[in-house]
């Protein structure tokens, strides 16, 4: 069976997971909003409460389950479990809120590993993380939207206030979509899924320890607090509104349905547009504007919101799109950085943070109601807006960059075709040191290996570029580039430890060894400086990333023709094709002599050349000189 085929498998098993779960959920709040004037005030978070208890309660086990255990079997096992549980309470009728807490168990095991599977399937399926999780979260959404038309659907008018049993194809349909999801569990798996066999005890103490890995890594525990705390809100937010909508009586369900089915709308565009940026780093340019949406949507709410009516579909649909805008790229980016043999643990640790968080905020509502501090839906919303602010400036803060990014990718797609080539692609590192060598034929390279770098990078800049009016500030404190001083003889070079500090922390280095752009039609490539050797001598271990970029030599900002940037014409839709090697570490052998380092990197640059058809010269005859 093709990848493609197990991922369309992983995506059917999800679908039904969460269109089950779905309308269990609906089917529980009603029957507890049916029972009682109280109940209807706290059905929706009594109901988000019980079916999260487990994902939080039971996460060490979930985790230890996912992360020792093959997760094909790990996933048909808890479908199993679930359909069992559902089968018991379809006999039994009810009581469907039990049924839901029992249910989410064995969702909880089937969260973990199905999340834990998607790194493995976008490398088997040879597709970027962030568009496998936006297409996985785009079916996840439209399953939240049928859930919510076949949920409220389910029980039969008047349920459960005459004491009838829910209707046999309403039993059928839960059922159903829990066997459905058993089935195409069976043939989700992918070979490059990485697994941790422990012994019970040490898989135990191994989720704690993961636990903290995930927590304080500079790069997974940002993620994870960004998307717990926006998941959080988010549910938290329509909190308010349904109980609202739900103290109205039948109308009420009426309106509830009208009020998820176009969050849930708005979810799945929210996905479908996140998942195009398939570019790991830049999908977080996605966040700050989509936080910033998030609170204009919730004080949009706020304004029109009327004690007696129906909150307007408009702040609905705005609120399920920038959840979407904001799910798919941070929980790409935090699975991405969960290291290959943690991820059943960090997607267990995942889930207990974000539906703790939910738990709690959840919790604080409802109590600031049943107190009176929080006694109206508009009181709840404006404590919810308030948190939403503070999380988008925070976001402003530490994602500034790559929304900065994602805009200059969106100005120049039409001026530049980049395409990227080669065995690296693909096979790029997104965690740990490394180091870009490249040639240097126009002052927008660096702007066009980012588009196809899947991480953030360290540009070293020559101080002709760096030191330009408006230029400085944003190198410094924007892009964090390294300024390299541009003189022809230097005792002192403090750049190259600025590179090797940044490497240590496990960074990416983009580095130009010609230290000057192509002058000349006949030059492919000048002598390489010896700023390479030092870094590599200091850390031999770090592997290298040699890259070619064809296209730039008479570009706008080359010196094809004159300077750059002068009497020439605008590029317009202009190819730069881009070739990304196997990252390699340099043999020691090689780093043991300056002068055979640099020819080394040389003629691996020059090989990238083969992927595109063209000719490889010879070290000697690409430049009119030997390094000196």
Same mark, same amino acid.
């Given at each position: 069976m093709s990848p493609n085929a197990r991922l369309a498998l992983l995506w059917v098993s999800q679908v039904a997971r969460v269109l089950g779960d779905g309308?269990?959920?609906?089917?529980?709040l009603v029957e507890v909003a049916g029972a009682s004037a109280e109940g209807r005030l706290s059905a929706w978070h009594l109901a988000v409460a019980v079916f999260v208890a487990p994902f939080i309660l039971l996460a060490p086990l979930s985790g230890c389950v996912s992360n020792a255990l093959p997760r094909r079997d790990v996933l048909a096992a808890s479908a199993a479990f679930s359909l069992a549980a559902t089968l018991l309470f379809a006999l039994l009728d009810g009581p469907w809120l039990v049924c839901v807490g029992l249910v989410a168990v064995g969702a909880a095991v089937n969260s973990a590993a199905r999340y834990a599977m998607l790194p493995a399937a976008a490398r088997d399926t040879g597709a970027s993380l962030p568009r496998i999780s936006g297409w996985v979260e785009l079916g996840a959404a439209a399953a939240v939207v049928t859930s919510v038309a076949v949920g409220l659907w389910l029980p039969q008018p008047g349920w459960p206030h005459r004491g009838e049993p829910l209707r046999p194809l309403a039993v059928g349909v839960l059922v159903g979509l829990n066997l459905v999801c058993f089935l195409a569990s069976l043939g989700a798996a992918f070979p490059s899924d990485t697994r941790r066999p422990e012994p019970?005890?040490?898989?135990?103490?191994?989720?704690?320890? *993961? /636990? !903290?890995?995930?927590? =304080?890594?500079?790069?997974?525990?940002?993620?994870? $607090?960004?998307? @717990?705390? %926006?998941?959080? +809100?988010?549910?938290?937010?329509?909190?308010?509104?349904?109980?609202?909508?739900?103290?109205?009586?039948?109308?009420?369900?009426?309106?509830?349905?009208?009020?998820?089915?176009?969050?849930?709308?708005?979810?799945?565009?929210?996905?479908?547009?996140a998942g195009m940026v398939g570019h790991p780093r830049r999908s977080l340019g996605l966040v700050a504007p989509g936080a910033t949406a998030l609170v204009a949507g919730l004080l949009w709410a706020l304004v029109v919101a009327r004690p007696d009516e129906a909150l307007p579909l408009g702040p609905c649909l705005v609120l399920g799109l920038t959840g979407g805008l904001l799910n798919?790229?941070?929980?790409?980016?935090?699975?991405?950085?969960?290291?290959? *043999? /943690? !991820?059943?643990?960090? =997607?267990?640790?995942?889930?207990?943070?974000?539906? $703790?968080?939910? @738990?709690? %905020?959840?919790? +604080?509502?409802?109590?600031?109601?049943?107190?009176?501090?929080?006694?109206?839906?508009?009181?709840?919303l404006a404590l919810i807006a308030v948190v939403a602010i503070g999380g988008a400036a925070a976001c402003w803060v530490a994602l500034l960059m790559p929304a900065v990014d994602l805009l200059l990718v969106w100005l120049l797609w039409p001026v530049y075709r980049i395409r990227a080539h080669?065995?690296?692609?693909?096979?790029?590192?997104?965690?740990?040191?490394?180091?870009?060598?490249?040639?240097?034929?126009?002052?927008?390279d660096p702007f066009w290996l980012g588009k196809v770098l899947p991480r953030r990078f360290t540009p070293m800049m020559t101080s002709f570029f760096y030191d330009k009016p408006g230029i400085r500030w944003l190198m410094r404190h924007l892009v964090g580039a390294i300024r390299v001083e541009a003189t022809t003889f230097r005792r002192e070079a403090p750049e190259l430890a600025e590179a090797v500090a940044v490497l240590r922390r496990g960074g990416c280095v983009m580095i130009f060894p010609e230290a000057i752009l192509r002058r000349k039609e006949e030059q492919l490539l000048r002598p390489f400086g010896q700023g390479a050797w030092h870094i590599l001598r200091e850390l031999p271990d770090v592997p290298v990333l040699a890259c070619w970029i064809e296209g730039g030599w008479g570009s706008y900002a080359s010196y094809k023709d004159g300077p750059p940037f002068t009497n020439k014409r605008f590029d317009w839709w202009?190819?730069?094709d881009i070739?990304?090697?196997?990252?390699?570490?340099?043999?020691?052998?090689?780093?043991?002599?300056?002068?055979?380092?640099?020819?080394?990197l040389m003629r691996a640059v020059l090989a990238c050349r083969r992927h595109l058809g063209l000719e490889v010269p010879a070290v000697q005859g690409a430049m009119l000189a030997e390094p000196s």
């Open positions: 309308c269990l959920r609906l089917v529980a019970p005890l040490a898989a135990v103490a191994g989720f704690f320890r *993961d /636990a !903290r890995r995930v927590l =304080t890594d500079r790069y997974a525990g940002p993620a994870l $607090l960004a998307l @717990a705390g %926006f998941q959080a +809100l988010v549910t938290a937010g329509a909190g308010p509104f349904v109980s609202a909508a739900l103290g109205r009586g039948a109308d009420g369900l009426g309106e509830v349905m009208e009020m998820l089915l176009t969050a849930g709308i708005g979810a799945a565009l929210g996905s479908l547009l798919v790229p941070l929980r790409a980016a935090y699975l991405g950085a969960v290291p290959a *043999d /943690a !991820r059943g643990n960090g =997607t267990a640790v995942m889930n207990t943070a974000i539906y $703790l968080l939910t @738990a709690l %905020f959840g919790g +604080l509502l409802v109590a600031g109601a049943y107190t009176g501090v929080l006694s109206t839906p508009a009181a709840q080669g065995p690296g692609r693909g096979h790029i590192p997104h965690t740990g040191p490394l180091l870009v060598v490249c040639n240097h034929s126009s002052y927008l202009r190819p730069i070739v990304l090697a196997e990252p390699a570490t340099v043999p020691a052998e090689v780093l043991a002599d300056l002068r055979a380092t640099r020819l080394y």
